[in-house]
């Protein structure tokens, strides 16, 4: 019987090669060789037999595949997901180490587990730790099943006798089928596709717990998220008890759900109250404190930027920002230098999104400009006061997304006073009778409806 093979190929070029190498002889790269299976050759015996072919079908004569879902028992994961658990489905979770994966998989398995048979692989933990981590979140899960394993083989057996299975880590589970050692781009491009091939042809939904790099992305390579079904990211700093739980990818629903969830003592919670967990009690007091709407998936918060700015003790000014992209503030900082004349060159500036919330949407522009403003004017900006915007480099304020749905939130916790840019005041007209609309074109009108000349 021919046996199965291994090569290395290069991730770049394609280069095969029947040993690892540090450089690619094709295309001069280091450490780009992964190791891939090879499937062995057909036997002498078979290579007479007739072929089959796959033949196509007209969309008019496909029949409709009902989806049957599931409730995972928490809403908020439940409406990332598109309305529930698809039967037979991969969903991938990742995040920071100790944001809460394990603990939102494990309460999703607890609920499960009353209906239905869960499998939980614990690759990472010895299952007398998955049993203290369930008694430290006080959850009946008696029926759930736990098995630690790290060799997909060995557990193919239970993983094949269970509804939902959940993998905790696909970084730490290894087959047998490659020489490198678990957590390698191979094996976990191998993993992958051997859980997905059990999906499909047996209807077992998995879970799948992902590490991240430093930079934030899934390690492995990126085949495993085009493998998924569902790609979920936990975003969050360790040290907040509030997380985001947003899809970056999902067959079966919208990418733009996203989900609030609070970290407890007794496990990982949704939250559907969210309007005023952003804010701090004393904005309005203290200068380089705005207020923004962020859209942030189909869900409007409202989210507090905090400036500090000191005169720098070394030749060149520091930048620090939480929350917002870096490059981002960088060219904002210019952007209020050389068009409305502040003088930012010699202060260090320091930037947080309160919270831990990320804000990745261009229209937190003008609010970032409107904090600099206030930190360096020494002048704080009224606690009843929203701005959004994006900015461009002319200094001029582009219209952006969602404009009436942002000033909605606005008008429901509680703001008098909206800036926003000057081309999406047309559509925002049915609120000029219940608060306030500043229309701007530049980011120097935003600074003297704010601060006057």
Not at 60 to 76: F, L, M, T
Not at 139 to 164: P, S
Not at 199 to 216: C, M, N
Not at 400 to 410: D, I, L, M, Q, T
Request: contains cysteine; neutral net charge.
């Amino acid at each position: 019987m021919p046996k199965n093979t291994t090569q290395f190929v290069c991730a770049e070029c394609g280069y095969a090669s029947p040993k690892w190498l540090g450089r690619c002889p094709g295309c001069g790269k280091y450490g780009t060789l992964a190791e891939e299976a090879v499937a062995p050759a057909p036997s002498p015996k078979n290579k007479g037999t007739l072929r089959t072919f796959s033949h196509a079908t007209p969309l008019a004569q496909v029949q409709y595949e009902k989806y049957e879902r599931i409730s995972s028992g928490s809403p908020e994961l439940d409406i990332v997901l598109g309305g529930g658990i698809v039967r037979g489905s991969l969903v991938l979770v990742g995040g920071d180490p100790g944001v809460g994966k394990s603990t939102l998989l494990t309460q999703v398995a607890a609920h499960l587990s009353k209906k239905h048979t869960v499998l939980y692989l614990s690759a990472e933990e010895s299952c007398s730790q998955v049993k203290l981590r369930c008694e430290r979140l006080k959850i009946d899960a008696g029926g759930l099943l736990l098995l630690n394993e790290t060799n997909l083989e060995n557990a193919e057996e239970a993983i094949l006798g269970a509804e939902y299975v959940v993998i905790d880590s696909i970084q730490a589970v290894y087959t047998d089928a490659l020489s490198s050692a678990a957590g390698s781009v191979g094996q976990v491009r191998e993993c992958a596709a051997r859980l997905m091939r059990i999906a499909k042809s047996r209807g077992i939904t998995f879970f799948i717990i992902g590490h991240v790099t430093k930079e934030g992305t899934l390690a492995g390579p990126k085949v495993l998220e085009h493998i998924m079904d569902a790609v979920l990211y936990f975003e969050g700093e360790r040290t907040e008890n509030f997380k985001i739980l947003r899809a970056v990818k999902n067959r079966f629903g919208s990418v733009q759900e996203v989900g609030v969830f609070e970290m407890t003592g007794e496990g990982i919670f949704g939250l559907t109250d969210y309007s005023s967990l952003f804010l701090s009690d004393s904005r309005g007091e203290a200068a380089g404190a705005v207020v923004t709407p962020s859209e942030t998936g189909n869900r409007c918060m409202m989210v507090e930027l905090q400036t500090l700015m000191c005169k720098t003790a070394y030749g060149l000014p520091r930048r620090m920002s939480l929350g917002v992209d870096f490059n981002r503030l960088v060219v904002l900082i210019a952007v209020l230098e050389k068009r409305c004349g502040l003088p930012l060159g010699t202060q260090d500036v320091y930037l947080n999104a309160m919270g831990g919330i990320r804000l990745s949407e261009p229209s937190a522009d003008l609010a970032v400009c409107a904090a600099l403003a206030s930190a360096e004017k020494m002048t704080p900006v009224e606690k009843d006061t929203a701005v959004f915007g994006e900015v461009g480099l002319t200094g001029e304020v582009r219209g952006v997304n969602f404009a009436e749905k942002r000033v909605n939130e606005c008008l429901k916790m509680g703001f008098k006073r909206v800036i926003l840019p000057e081309k999406n005041v047309k559509s925002c007209e049915k609120f000029k009778d219940k608060l306030e609309l500043v229309p701007v074109r530049y980011v120097s009108d935003m600074i003297r409806a704010l601060f006057g000349k």
